[in-house]
């Protein structure tokens, strides 16, 4: 919700930029105090403004970095309840499961940094202090960017054996074996580029099964991992999936995508109908 009354808007900034000199000349006790005053000029009730998130977070984070942890749990838990509208990405719960994690809370804080990891998938933690990382198994191998030895041998193991089910055309055979390949993945499974292509080969099989469906809902997840909306397959195959289930306006989204990536190579061995559908829609 936006905050219409210019004159408190104006009051909020002006004792943001007091603030901001405080924290620029390295002060961060009298920056957070700053704030809070800033805090105080929001209209009852305070919570249900866009600015009552930025103000919130910005004094959490620096009672985090004084280590003053009761009144980083107390900033933390009003954070919970502003701007209710906001977007969703889980930094808020990121943010309390800190607070309770260093107020000695260490169950509270894995129930937080669970929910943050899921709504983030993993972002969150990208760069934070390792000590966060051991709260949650698996976590900790994010910060290395890399699978554990043992589970990319059995990764690469399982996605071999379902690329030979796959060449003999036992798709249902296939899927099962790139599913559990995924399913060894340390969560959230998008922070591993392993799981970029056994999505793809998922969605793969679905596609060559006719359930369009699920091919479609295998790609989606497969462009969330790294680097994945610059993938020429993964684009190509989910257009050519929505394509099948009439949403064409869809299709030719990530059809175009997959040309702009690939060029008209990509469309080679395709059946002709999707290069046809994309030259009547666009200029190429």
Known sequence: MELADQKIMAAIEAVWQEAEVLFENNDPARYALKLEEAWELLPAPKEVYGESYDIALAIAETYLILKDYPALLRWANILQQCDPARPDDGEREFILGKALFENADRKGAETYFTTAMHKSAGRVFEGVDEKYLHVLPGLAALAEEELPTDIYEQVEALSEAGNELADADDFDGAIARFTEALQLLPPPAQHWEA??????????????????????????????????????????????????????????????????????????????????????????
Do not use: C, H
Not at 207 to 235: H, I, R, T
Not at 261 to 275: K, Q, S, T, V
């Open 195 to 284: 799981s970029t292509w056994l999505y793809a080969s998922i969605g793969d099989m679905y596609y060559f099964k006719g359930d369009y469906q699920a091919a479609a809902n295998n790609f989606f997840d497969a462009l969330n991992g790294p680097d994945a909306q610059a993938n020429g397959f993964v684009n190509l195959r989910l257009g050519e999936s929505l394509f099948e289930l009439n949403r064409q306006e869809q299709s030719l989204e990530y059809l175009l995508r997959a040309y702009m990536l690939e060029g008209e190579e990509i469309f080679a061995e395709e059946d002709a109908r999707y290069f046809d559908f994309l030259k009547t829609r666009v200029q190429l």
